[in-house]
């Protein structure tokens, strides 16, 4: 029987209530992980795994649920930075707000999640980190000049965390996703997407589980052992 080798490793993944990080959640415990996800606020029909609440931009927060999930499952092994959301709007209209908000979740939640567990993964020699940046932070969009700032700027993340990584038998990647369908599309109107729709040689949006198994090919110690400071592109053909 063929294996990703992710068989009793224990891996966080952020944001995991829901979308695509439910999708992920969900695979990684098929694929027999241990998993352990944050979210923020309750929903219906939450994935199986160690739901822990903590909000990203909570450095505390994010330290304990460090400690609570290898005191729990066991030394982690692999972490998804998944948590992300949209305040999109064109530049004038941008507020302060909607700029900091975007920023503090999706660039300084990245920094709060991996700050606790990146010494613990360099002392062990041993670990994957992936994070889930988006086709915005690569092309730009309208509209969206915080969140592509803040997509843009967790692929230099990951890029100058793999280099460093390497020596210590570490892996940094990054996914970036097309135009998926989960709430986050909510916000857009039909005829946008109908537009959106006819640039993408797919013709349709992809689905949570199409990024769920990108991730889990970044984090298999066998799959992609030798891959990192990658940005794996899952759009369709949706390319820059
Ligand atoms: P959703 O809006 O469906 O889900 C977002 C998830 O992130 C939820 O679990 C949410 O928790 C969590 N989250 C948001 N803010 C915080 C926070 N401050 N602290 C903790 N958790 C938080 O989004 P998607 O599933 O679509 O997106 C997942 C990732 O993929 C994001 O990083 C997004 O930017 C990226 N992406 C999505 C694309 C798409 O088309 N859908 C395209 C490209 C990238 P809660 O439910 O509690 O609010």
């Known amino acids: 029987m063929l294996s990703l080798g992710l068989e009793d490793k224990t891996v966080l993944v952020t944001g995991g209530s829901r979308g695509i990080g439910a999708a992920i959640v969900r695979l990684l415990d098929i694929l027999g992980a241990r998993v352990a996800y944050t979210y923020r606020s309750e929903h219906n029909d939450p994935p199986q795994g160690l739901a822990l609440q903590a909000d990203v931009t909570d450095p505390a927060a994010m330290n304990a649920v460090a400690e609570k999930v290898e005191h729990s499952l066991s030394p982690i092994y692999g972490v998804v930075a998944n948590a ?16 900091n908000g975007v920023v503090d979740t999706n660039l300084n939640g990245l920094y709060n999640t991996l700050k606790p567990i990146i010494p613990k993964l360099y ?50 990647n990054a996914v970036a996703p097309g135009f998926i369908e989960t709430d986050m599309l909510k916000p857009i109107p039909d005829a946008i997407k109908e537009r959106i729709l006819a640039e993408i040689p797919f013709r349709r949006f992809g689905k949570p589980e199409e990024i769920a198994w990108a991730v889990a090919f970044l984090l298999s110690p066998i799959a992609s052992s030798y891959i990192t400071g990658t940005v794996l592109r899952v759009n369709g053909a949706h390319h820059t």
Request: glycine letters at 10%; charged letters at 25%.
């Open 84 to 99: 992300g959301m949209t305040r999109d709007k064109v530049f004038p209209k941008l507020t302060t707000e909607d700029w």
């Open 123 to 172: 002392e062990r020699q041993m670990g994957a980190v992936v994070c889930i940046t988006s086709i915005s932070g690569e092309r730009g969009n309208v509209g969206q000049t915080n969140y592509a700032a803040s997509k843009a700027a967790a692929i230099g993340f990951t890029k100058s965390l793999s280099r460093e990584a390497a020596r210590y038998g570490v892996r940094a």
